[in-house]
């Protein structure tokens, strides 16, 4: 069974920086590719980044490219996202993502999110 | 990487059909077939429902199906449940090596 659990979240002042982790668990991970996903309160999904198995390729939305870094371990079966320079309207609930079905670039499992709120 | 366009709301009786709209730009969904849909109840995490326009994962019910027709994706739900009561996100592919989603829609069973 897939399985993906984020941690990391938390609260952090405007202007700082936080790094999420996501475990992962349940199938080969260095052969999918990765996303993080985030939604904030009451609002739609927003797509954030993806990172190709052997993360030769990242790709990010322009909302937080420069500002945001993606990597993975896949010794560890571990994904996260570093990010700096953080906005109040970076405040949501960050979901990692596995892709996957058919062609790719969807996401086949999500975690359970973990909650970021800037604020000072 | 602007969003995807579909309907903020719709609604339908238990037993019948409703379809989503998901209206994109030849930069996404009219040049790629990397279209999904995925449903979202209250707190919890969303479910892919269709990949690739049409495709469903196995386990997902036979009553959601998915099309397209040039920029536009849509999503059909057959036999309307009240457990379908939920907000559906339609998603692509960019030319722009980027995904982007639709804003949403929440469907309403009466």
């Known amino acids: 069974e897939v399985q993906l659990v984020e941690s990391g979240g938390g609260v952090v002042q405007p202007g700082g920086s936080l790094r999420l982790s996501c475990g992962a668990s349940g199938f080969t991970f260095e052969l999918y590719a990765m996303h993080w996903v985030r939604q904030a309160p009451g609002k739609g999904l927003e797509w954030l980044s993806l990172?190709?198995?052997?993360?030769?390729?990242?790709y990010y939305a322009d909302s937080v490219k420069g500002r945001f870094t993606v990597s993975r371990d896949n010794i560890k079966n571990s994904l996260y996202l570093h990010m700096s320079n953080l906005r109040t309207e970076d405040t949501a609930l960050y979901y990692c993502a596995k892709d996957g079905a058919g062609l790719g670039f969807n996401f086949e499992h999500w975690g359970q999110g973990a909650l970021v709120t800037v604020s000072s | 990487q602007s969003a995807l366009t579909q309907p903020a709301s719709v609604s339908g009786s238990p037993g019948q059909s409703i379809t989503i709209s998901c209206t994109g730009t030849?930069?996404?969904?009219?040049?790629?077939?990397?279209v999904s849909w995925y449903q979202q109840h209250p707190g919890k995490a969303p479910n892919l429902l269709i990949y690739d326009v049409s495709n469903r994962p196995s386990g997902v019910s036979h009553r959601f199906s998915g099309s397209k027709s040039g920029n536009t994706a849509s999503l059909t739900i057959s036999g309307l449940q009240p457990e379908d009561e939920a907000d559906y996100y339609c998603?692509?592919?960019?030319?722009?090596?980027?995904?982007?989603f639709g804003g949403g829609t929440k469907l309403t069973v009466l």
């Open positions: 030849s930069g996404d969904i009219g040049d790629y077939n990397y």
């Open positions: 998603n692509s592919y960019t030319r722009s090596r980027a995904l982007v």
């Open positions: 990172i190709s198995g052997d993360a030769d390729d990242i």
